[in-house]
């Protein structure tokens, strides 16, 4: 079974006899250990040794959280403790280092493991409280090109993406930047998702990641509304690009609806375009109704084409008050709808029933 293109492996295989003995001693091991480890826990043994027991049940499993926060515990006590000897390097900062490394196998092995990018996110914040900002930055710089390395091989971990978020926003803090000094990510990190995009059209993370620059990277570039209206331009024929090629993706078509949130006036002030009039956002509307619909031939049976020609008749005479006249399909659509969405068919039911007949079509 593969999860976004990354294959799980096979199924188990039967057990034999021997495979059994050897799961039961791995079990009574591991039973042992667990036991050592609080042992010393509540001794109140903070030290090496009980830091490598940590590390043997976590390489083992990760997924346990309690060893986690013994070892923050640990770690904690041993930043507090000065070094073993005048020539020792052992320090706070050498512990936070050591660890961090010793984290990267279990993330190349368990990706999609939450306490390990917790921990490891706890980590590079020690390094705030430890080191000048200067000195600070260099682990956080490291940090985004090692979760960029990671996204190379799972670009669609939702946890990959999200841990990006914050590093990229640690960088960009205060306590990260020289004095006197400003800088921002938005202009590399947008560049960054279309990167993605290109690699993956199917990539939800990328395109949400994305719709969250677009509002910041406007403001920073001070874009008139010529520019502004350029942008858009470009977006919408990336995502018609994107629809033509993958038809079927629901990432692609939620990408499309947030562009057209730009023409809603819900929420056009806060848009790309704010600028834009009624007319002008009724005939993007309409220009859009045209080009959705041409992708029908040869996909008659995707949903998303439908519900998306419904959405943007109902937007348009949000706007104008009237139907476009694409709209005498409207009912032909949303008949498609009831064939290839059975599972929401009380959506559908509504939705043509606050219709009525106001819309051409309607018999």
């Known amino acids: 079974m593969a999860s976004h293109g990354v294959s799980r492996g096979t199924g188990e295989k039967p057990m034999?006899?021997?495979?059994?003995?050897?799961e039961q001693q791995r079990i009574k091991e591991y039973r042992t250990l667990i036991e050592s480890t609080n042992a010393k826990i509540r001794e109140h043994r903070y030290d090496l040794d009980t830091l490598e027991l940590t590390s043997k049940l976590l390489r083992w499993n990760p997924e346990y959280y309690t060893m986690w926060n013994h070892r923050r515990r640990i770690m904690q006590y041993l930043f507090k403790q000065?070094?073993?000897?005048?020539?020792?390097?052992?320090?706070?900062?050498?512990?936070?280092?050591?660890d961090l490394t010793f984290l990267l196998p279990l993330l190349r092995k368990f990706p999609k493991c939450y306490w390990i990018w917790n921990y490891r996110l706890w980590l590079l914040e020690q390094t705030i409280n430890l080191l000048p900002g200067k000195e600070a930055r260099k682990f956080?710089?490291?940090?985004?090109?090692?979760?960029?390395?990671?996204?190379?091989?799972?670009?669609?971990?939702?946890?990959?993406?999200?841990?990006?978020?914050?590093v990229v926003e640690a960088l960009e803090s205060e306590k990260l930047l020289p004095k006197d000094s400003s800088s921002t990510l938005t202009e590399e990190e947008f560049e960054y998702t279309t990167k993605m995009i290109s690699?993956?059209?199917?990539?939800?993370?990328?395109?949400?990641?994305?719709?969250?620059?677009?509002?910041?990277?406007?403001?920073?570039?001070?874009?008139d509304n010529e520019a502004r209206r350029k942008f858009l331009d470009e977006e919408l024929e990336l995502i018609q690009r994107g629809l033509w090629t993958s038809t079927e993706d629901q990432s692609l078509w939620f990408y499309h609806q947030y562009l057209m949130c730009t023409f809603d006036p819900d929420f056009s002030a806060k848009s790309?375009?704010?600028?834009?009039?009624?007319?002008?956002r009724s005939e993007y509307v309409s220009h859009e109704i045209d080009r959705v619909q041409e992708m029908i031939d040869g996909a008659e049976d995707c949903k998303w084409i439908y519900q998306s020609l419904v959405n943007l008749s109902l937007l348009y005479n949000r706007l104008t008050g009237e139907w476009p006249l694409q709209a005498s399909l409207l009912q032909t659509w949303i008949d498609e709808l009831f064939k290839l969405d059975a599972l929401r068919v009380g959506k559908w039911h509504d939705l043509r029933s606050r219709i009525g007949?106001?819309?051409?079509g309607q018999d």
């Not at 190379?152 to 914050?166: E, I, K, V």
């Not at 007949?357 to 051409?360: A, D, L, M, Q």
């Open 16 to 22: 034999t006899d021997q495979d059994w003995r050897k």
């Open 357 to 360: 007949g106001r819309c051409p």
């Open 82 to 98: 000065p070094p073993m000897d005048k020539d020792s390097k052992i320090s706070a900062i050498r512990f936070v280092a050591d």
């Open 140 to 166: 956080w710089e490291q940090e985004l090109q090692l979760v960029s390395k990671m996204l190379s091989l799972d670009s669609r971990n939702f946890m990959g993406w999200g841990y990006r978020r914050t």
């Open 199 to 223: 690699t993956n059209l199917s990539n939800f993370s990328a395109w949400h990641r994305r719709s969250k620059l677009i509002p910041k990277l406007l403001g920073e570039r001070h874009t």
């Open 272 to 280: 790309m375009a704010p600028q834009l009039t009624v007319n002008e």
